[in-house]
């Protein structure tokens, strides 16, 4: 559970919600389920016009990556990484075709299959990395979804607002319901600046990290495999390693482990 993104859109909402209403405001005041209708609708229509349908899912389903983080874990993959260095170094790379049901990552998978085939270091390089680079291309539309909304979503507000507007002056005669109806109509408005501000545009700024540290777990897998395949002690493996990951939970991760192994 990502509790900054949680406190982050919590803290956000409560701000705004409890600054309106130490003005004398209120949540009916802003509680309008048509100018919702036609923020969210309008939003997810030109969305949908933009994007092709897969992708438009995919970032639904995305969107629990900033949240809920179930990544791979950098500092357990690494540690999978070395334990293969060392028997490969003892035994030879043929002797991990036998551990390659425990490893769970299909990117890892495929890069030792590839090595105990008897591949050479640089034509794995290649096969993974261009794997790397079109995964990578594919998972960059996902925040670009988010982006688009929150470019939208202040503009359909507009539309709402309008919209509202020339409902309002269909009954100029009664001066009081123009001004429940101008305040009305504004409310479309602030639904269409706060989804893009409170919503979209940081849902897609998450999302990039997360893609990123995604991806350079996979560049520390691949840097990883192709380090055995070069015969690199296993020691310097895990040093070289070390560099990809963006927090280390500990200074000397697995040097009692190797000594231990070898």
Partial sequence: MDIASIGGILLAFLGIMAGMMIEGGSLSQVTQPTAAMIVVGGTLGAVMLQFPMAVVLGALKDVMKV???NGPDGEKTLHQIVTFAIKARKLGI????????????PFLKQALMLAVDGVE????RKIMQLELENRSEIDENIPAVFEAAGGYSPTVGIIGAVLGLIQVMQHLDNIDEVGRGIATAFVATIYGVGMA???CLPI????KIRHRQEQ????MMLE??????EGMNPRMVETKLQTYLFESKSNAPYGKDMEAMA
């Fill in 67 to 69: 949240f809920f983080h």
């Fill in 94 to 105: 043929i002797s991990i075709d036998e551990d390659l049901g425990q490893v769970t990552d």
């Fill in 121 to 124: 270091p640089s034509e794995v």
């Fill in 197 to 199: 501000n409170l919503i």
């Fill in 204 to 207: 897609a700024g998450k999302l």
């Fill in 216 to 219: 350079m777990i996979k560049e």
């Fill in 224 to 229: 990883g495999v192709v380090s055995i395949l």
